[in-house]
């Protein structure tokens, strides 16, 4: 079945370092979104990246759409304690009509 | 313009009791999803819905679980004599259009606990 993968699972950086999560689909997407999810609340969308080899920036958060659109990734530049959460991606489901997410990636940032 | 809105944000229910979880999607959303995260993991679609109609329940668990969205009112998803394993955070989301270009909106989610 289809699997949308996620590494590193947690991550811990030092409050200035830089941060990068990765995602990788077992099928090709048609789009990718991000989103985030702080602790104890709900996601909240990021980004959609449609074409391939797309890259958007919001201002430290630089995402990334694969050539082969199976993969994407998330970095962060000189992380506040702001950016502390889970980010997943999440892509269409194949023949389906709702959004596969990702294992997703746990942020701590330590001040 | 008031965002997807989820109530109870918390509900505590015994085994065997039921759990009601309602979502009024964001004005002019007529498209909305129900995912399940679990503790400690990521959120697991469970049904689409559109006003009356139930397009894809793919994502539900074949026994005590139900979703409705009716004509008026809130959609609601329905558990049936709950399990301890029914505790998890239920969020619902809405978009505007199905297509697959569309993101999401979720709301705050219910923390549903059984004990």
């Known amino acids: 079945g289809q699997q949308v993968m996620q590494i590193p699972q947690y991550q811990h950086v030092q409050e200035g370092e830089d941060f990068t999560t990765y995602c990788n689909s077992s099928?090709?997407?048609?789009?990718i979104q991000w989103y985030k999810q702080r602790p104890g609340g709900h996601p909240v969308f990021l980004i959609q990246?449609?074409?391939?080899?797309e890259v958007k920036k919001q201002k430290r958060l630089t995402f990334q759409f694969g050539e082969a659109k199976k993969n994407s990734s998330l970095h962060i530049t000189a992380t506040q304690t702001t950016d502390v959460g889970t980010y997943f991606c999440a892509g269409p489901q194949t023949g389906a009509n709702n959004l596969f997410f990702g294992t997703g990636t746990r942020l701590t940032v330590i001040p | 313009n008031a965002g997807v809105m989820q109530n109870p944000r918390h509900l505590v229910r015994r085994r065997g009791q039921e759990a009601r979880l309602r979502c009024s999607p964001m004005?002019?959303?007529?498209?909305v999803y129900w995912y399940r995260q679990l503790p400690e993991e990521g959120l697991k679609f469970m049904v689409y819905l559109q006003k009356e109609n139930i397009i894809d329940e793919s994502g539900m668990p074949k026994e005590r679980f139900s979703a409705e969205f009716p004509k008026e009112g809130p959609s609601i998803l329905r558990i049936q004599q709950v399990v301890r394993g029914d505790s998890a955070a239920y969020f619902c989301?809405?978009?505007?259009?199905?297509?697959?270009?569309?993101?999401?909106?979720f709301g705050p989610g219910t923390r549903l606990t059984v004990l």
């Open positions: 004005k002019g959303h007529s498209h």
């Open positions: 990246l449609v074409k391939s080899g």
């Open positions: 099928t090709t997407l048609s789009n």
């Open positions: 989301a809405s978009s505007p259009l199905n297509s697959d270009l569309d993101e999401q909106f």
